[in-house]
Protein backbone atom coordinates (compact mmCIF):
# COMPACT_ATOMS: atom_id res chain seq x y z
CA UNK A 1 0.00 0.00 0.00
CA UNK A 2 1.38 3.25 -0.71
CA UNK A 3 0.40 5.91 1.90
CA UNK A 4 0.39 10.14 1.32
CA UNK A 5 0.50 11.93 4.27
CA UNK A 6 -1.00 15.80 3.90
CA UNK A 7 -2.66 18.38 5.91
CA UNK A 8 -0.40 19.85 7.76
CA UNK A 9 0.84 23.48 8.67
CA UNK A 10 1.44 26.35 10.60
CA UNK A 11 -1.58 27.05 13.58
CA UNK A 12 -1.16 29.29 16.54
CA UNK A 13 -1.35 27.46 19.95
CA UNK A 14 -5.36 26.70 20.71
CA UNK A 15 -6.31 25.92 17.32
CA UNK A 16 -6.81 22.86 15.14
CA UNK A 17 -5.36 21.11 12.18
CA UNK A 18 -6.36 17.32 10.83
CA UNK A 19 -4.18 15.82 8.94
CA UNK A 20 -4.63 12.82 6.06
CA UNK A 21 -3.70 9.79 5.35
CA UNK A 22 -4.75 8.25 1.78
CA UNK A 23 -3.57 5.16 0.81
CA UNK A 24 -3.49 3.86 -3.31
CA UNK A 25 -3.34 0.60 -4.01
CA UNK A 26 -4.83 -1.42 -1.37
CA UNK A 27 -8.02 -0.95 0.68
CA UNK A 28 -7.12 0.77 4.08
CA UNK A 29 -9.54 -0.68 6.40
CA UNK A 30 -7.77 -3.91 6.15
CA UNK A 31 -4.78 -2.66 7.88
CA UNK A 32 -4.22 -0.94 10.87
CA UNK A 33 -2.85 2.77 10.67
CA UNK A 34 -1.10 4.84 12.88
CA UNK A 35 0.22 8.72 13.23
CA UNK A 36 4.07 8.82 14.43
CA UNK A 37 5.90 12.52 14.79
CA UNK A 38 8.95 13.46 15.22
CA UNK A 39 10.35 16.70 16.51
CA UNK A 40 13.48 18.48 15.73
CA UNK A 41 16.62 16.81 17.66
CA UNK A 42 14.05 14.10 19.48
CA UNK A 43 12.90 10.71 18.74
CA UNK A 44 9.97 9.42 17.17
CA UNK A 45 7.25 9.21 19.25
CA UNK A 46 3.61 7.42 18.81
CA UNK A 47 0.84 9.92 18.43
CA UNK A 48 -2.36 7.65 17.88
CA UNK A 49 -3.23 4.33 16.11
CA UNK A 50 -6.63 2.39 14.96
CA UNK A 51 -6.58 -1.19 14.04
CA UNK A 52 -7.80 -2.80 10.78
CA UNK A 53 -11.32 -3.16 10.38
CA UNK A 54 -13.78 -1.71 13.29
CA UNK A 55 -10.02 -2.16 15.24
CA UNK A 56 -9.84 -0.50 18.60
CA UNK A 57 -8.14 3.09 18.30
CA UNK A 58 -5.16 3.46 20.97
CA UNK A 59 -3.72 7.52 21.79
CA UNK A 60 -0.51 8.90 23.65
CA UNK A 61 -1.22 10.49 26.87
CA UNK A 62 0.03 13.40 25.35
CA UNK A 63 -2.42 14.02 22.86
CA UNK A 64 -5.70 11.98 25.04
CA UNK A 65 -8.89 14.16 24.70
CA UNK A 66 -7.62 16.37 22.29
CA UNK A 67 -6.49 14.24 19.19
CA UNK A 68 -8.94 11.82 17.19
CA UNK A 69 -8.14 9.13 15.18
CA UNK A 70 -10.53 8.02 12.05
CA UNK A 71 -11.58 6.16 9.12
CA UNK A 72 -13.49 7.16 6.06
CA UNK A 73 -13.60 4.02 4.19
CA UNK A 74 -15.11 5.15 1.11
CA UNK A 75 -12.29 7.55 0.82
CA UNK A 76 -9.70 5.38 1.96
CA UNK A 77 -8.38 7.74 4.03
CA UNK A 78 -7.29 7.88 7.94
CA UNK A 79 -7.61 11.31 9.76
CA UNK A 80 -6.17 12.61 12.69
CA UNK A 81 -8.07 15.54 14.46
CA UNK A 82 -6.04 17.53 16.24
CA UNK A 83 -7.37 20.27 18.58
CA UNK A 84 -6.20 22.63 21.02
CA UNK A 85 -3.03 22.27 19.91
CA UNK A 86 0.46 23.18 21.99
CA UNK A 87 3.55 24.19 20.57
CA UNK A 88 5.29 20.90 21.73
CA UNK A 89 2.85 19.43 19.22
CA UNK A 90 5.11 20.93 16.45
CA UNK A 91 6.76 18.32 14.68
CA UNK A 92 7.02 16.00 11.31
CA UNK A 93 4.10 14.08 11.34
CA UNK A 94 3.87 10.22 9.71
CA UNK A 95 1.32 7.64 8.89
CA UNK A 96 2.00 4.17 9.06
CA UNK A 97 0.15 0.67 8.12
CA UNK A 98 0.19 -2.84 8.79
CA UNK A 99 -2.33 -5.34 7.09
CA UNK A 100 -4.39 -7.19 9.35
CA UNK A 101 -3.22 -6.01 12.64
CA UNK A 102 -4.48 -4.41 15.86
CA UNK A 103 -3.84 -1.38 16.47
CA UNK A 104 -0.10 -0.84 18.09
CA UNK A 105 2.08 1.74 19.38
CA UNK A 106 5.63 0.37 18.20
CA UNK A 107 7.02 1.23 14.70
CA UNK A 108 8.66 -1.65 13.91
CA UNK A 109 5.03 -2.98 13.70
CA UNK A 110 4.33 -1.01 10.72
CA UNK A 111 5.84 -2.21 7.35
CA UNK A 112 4.56 0.68 5.35
CA UNK A 113 4.98 4.45 5.82
CA UNK A 114 3.87 7.74 3.92
CA UNK A 115 5.85 11.36 3.37
CA UNK A 116 5.96 13.24 7.06
CA UNK A 117 3.83 16.44 7.18
CA UNK A 118 5.05 19.25 9.07
CA UNK A 119 2.54 20.64 11.57
CA UNK A 120 3.99 23.99 13.36
CA UNK A 121 2.28 25.60 16.20
CA UNK A 122 3.06 29.31 17.26
CA UNK A 123 2.93 30.46 21.18
Known amino acids: VQLQASGGGLVQAGGSLRLSCAAS????????VAWFRQAPGKEREFVAAVGWGKGTTLYADSVKGRFTISRDNAKNTVYLQMNSLKPEDTAVYYC?????????????????WGQGTQVTVSS
Open 96 to 112: AAQIYSASSYYADRYDY
Open 25 to 32: GRILSNYA
